[in-house]
């Protein structure tokens, strides 16, 4: 496993032997996860393209504190990288609600259409003013609904069920349009939520519902792909106007190269992590076209009441599927 960068322990040939600056970042995710191994692959691009001179020290797990938290530090230079969901985000940057808007893509093909391309690169220019400077996309697959009751195959079974959402307003939303409460938490503690029965489901994706161990409390897995919430690697403004354009560059270019890297990694962990949790015994339900058309409808409304400002934006990404 890839843990990151040695060039302060043992500086090599042409290695700075004290580094010019050693910055910070945070991640939630274990270490073996698809994302926390990104981190670690930008951390040691930098340190080989600066011989050391810039050395990045990578905490997962969450040690640093939850998301929307980091993020606050982020914004005043406390934290200087993290990567971050992009519900969370979207409370500091509203624009980005738009690209989680629930059943938004066809698929994964349509999404890095979408965001690899005028969109995406869109996207990226509007965090003027946040303290917030986006590096590259990384992949977080989608997002499917699981619980401990009873498998979800209509719009129906959502009723009554209490549904733990990140702090998002957008996905407290979409669990109420679609007839379930909303329960919003930090990640770490929805496993004994789940195992108490304070909450009887969540949602998220195949390598976080393995990896966390929730199939272990909550084995009714329904595959309806609601939200394809992709990730962001970012760094602290007043981290990023410390560094010289050259070392801008070097940064953008490893984090481009990270996110080549773990989107590799996403695909093959995501394999994996669905074959272990068939293996477990946990049920497994597809929604049928006309069942996943009424879980759509009965979202359709949330597209004007979260972005009415921004239904060009919403249309073209349709239509870069069609």
Request: aromatic residues 10%; contains cysteine.
């Amino acid at each position: 496993m890839n843990q990151g960068t040695s060039a302060v322990d043992a500086p090599g040939k042409g290695m700075w032997e004290t580094p010019e600056y050693v910055f910070t970042y945070a991640e939630n995710q274990a270490e073996d996860y698809p994302t926390t191994q990104g981190a670690y692959k930008f951390a040691e691009l930098i340190s080989q393209k600066t011989n050391g001179r810039i050395l990045i020290n990578v905490q997962a797990g969450g040690v640093l504190g939850d998301e929307k938290s980091v993020c606050e530090q982020l914004q005043f230079g406390g934290i200087d990288f993290m990567r971050m969901s992009l519900s969370p985000l979207a409370e500091f940057v509203p624009k980005l609600n738009v690209l989680q808007l629930p059943y938004l893509y066809r698929d994964a093909d349509h999404m890095w259409q979408v965001l690899d391309g005028a969109i995406g690169k869109d996207f990226m220019n509007s965090f003027e003013g946040s303290n917030l400077v986006p590096l590259s996309w990384y992949d977080a697959g989608a997002r499917n609904f699981y619980n401990s009751v009873r498998p979800i195959r209509k719009l129906e079974d959502m009723k009554g069920l209490k549904i733990r959402v990140q702090e998002s307003e957008m996905m407290i939303g979409m669990v109420e349009a679609l007839g379930a409460s909303p329960a919003p938490m930090s990640y770490a503690e929805v496993y004994s939520a789940l195992q108490t029965g304070v909450i009887n489901g969540a949602e998220n994706n195949w390598p976080s519902y393995e990896s966390t161990s929730h199939y272990e409390v909550a084995k009714y897995y329904t595959i309806d792909e609601h939200n394809r919430v992709p990730e962001l690697q970012l760094c602290s403004q007043p981290t990023w106007d410390k560094l010289s354009e050259a070392d801008q560059e070097i940064i953008k270019e490893c984090a481009l190269e990270s996110a080549e890297y773990e989107r590799r990694l996403w695909s093959e962990r995501e394999k994996k992590s669905e074959e272990k949790v068939r293996q477990a015994g946990c049920q497994i339900i597809e929604l049928s076209p006309g069942e996943k058309q009424k879980f759509q409808d009965a979202v359709k409304p949330m597209y004007e009441k979260y972005c009415s400002d921004y239904m060009d934006i919403v249309d073209a990404i349709i239509d870069t599927g069609k």
